[in-house]
């Protein structure tokens, strides 16, 4: 069963960092694609990030929103098969329930379209105070 967890959110003030996790299960990374997603209160979920694999190389193909080009940087682990959204330089705008998806594919192009993904994380809370 496919699976994917998110962990890391929590209470930060303006200007710092925090490191989400979304750890997969039931599948490995190698064909599939990760996207994070966000959505703050009384707005839509938007698509923020993506990060799958490049061809057959073990370089990564990644993706951002232009609201955190520069700030948020997605890693991939093939060893603990976990996808990490570093966030840097927070503003309060960041705040929002943060959800990571995973669908099968080794591309992050249309990675803001949400019915792609094949599973959903429950999200995890990130709060940027100013």
């Known amino acids: 069963q496919l699976r994917v967890v998110e962990s890391g959110g929590g209470l930060v003030h303006s200007g710092g960092s925090l490191r989400l996790s979304c750890a997969a299960s039931?599948?490995?990374?190698?064909?599939?694609?990760i996207g994070w997603f966000r959505q703050a209160p009384g707005k839509e979920r938007e698509g923020v990030s993506c990060a799958s694999e490049l061809g057959s190389s073990e370089a990564d193909s990644t993706e951002y929103t232009d609201s955190v080009k520069g700030r948020f940087t997605v890693s991939r682990d093939r060893v603990k098969n976990t996808v990490y959204l570093q966030m840097n330089s927070l503003k309060p705008e960041d705040t929002a329930v943060y959800y990571c998806a995973a669908r099968l594919g080794q591309y992050c192009v249309g990675y803001e379209y949400q019915d792609s993904y094949d599973t959903w994380g429950q999200g995890t809370q990130v709060t940027v105070s100013s």
């Open positions: 039931g599948f490995t990374l190698d064909n599939f694609a």
